[in-house]
């Protein structure tokens, strides 16, 4: 069974930067695609970033794109999610995803099988 934590959540002004961090456990990680979701409040969780197991392909939101980067250290087991010029809009609960089929870029909900326990992000104006 895939464990999932995810870190470096917090508050930020707009503007501002974090980098998030999801350390995984329990399966073979270096030839799994990942993704990050966001849950913002009375909304549905959503897709933010995917990146294949040996990190030669991303995919973004359009919402994110040109500003948030995904990346994965193997040799650490661990996926980054660096986020830059942050709006208020980007407030939410951001998840660590890891796919039913290791070879696919998690992009939808029904394509996750493990979540991590979120982390929160707060975008201040």
């Known amino acids: 069974q895939v464990q999932l934590v995810e870190s470096g959540g917090g508050l930020v002004q707009a503007g501002g930067s974090l980098r998030l961090s999801c350390a995984v456990s329990?399966?073979?990680?270096?030839?799994?695609?990942m993704g990050w979701f966001r849950q913002a409040p009375g909304k549905e969780r959503a897709f933010v970033a995917a990146i294949s197991g040996v990190g030669d392909r991303t995919s973004y939101a359009d919402s994110v794109k040109g500003r948030f980067t995904i990346s994965r250290d193997n040799a650490k087991n661990t996926v980054l999610l660096q986020m830059s010029s942050l709006k208020t809009e980007d407030t939410a609960i951001y998840y660590c995803?890891?796919?039913?089929?290791?070879?696919?870029?998690?992009?939808?909900?029904?394509?996750?099988?493990?979540w991590g326990q979120g982390t929160q992000v707060t975008v201040s104006s």
């Open positions: 329990g399966r073979t990680f270096g030839d799994s695609g």
């Open positions: 995803a890891a796919p039913f089929l290791r070879g696919v870029l998690p992009t939808t909900t029904d394509m996750v099988r493990s």
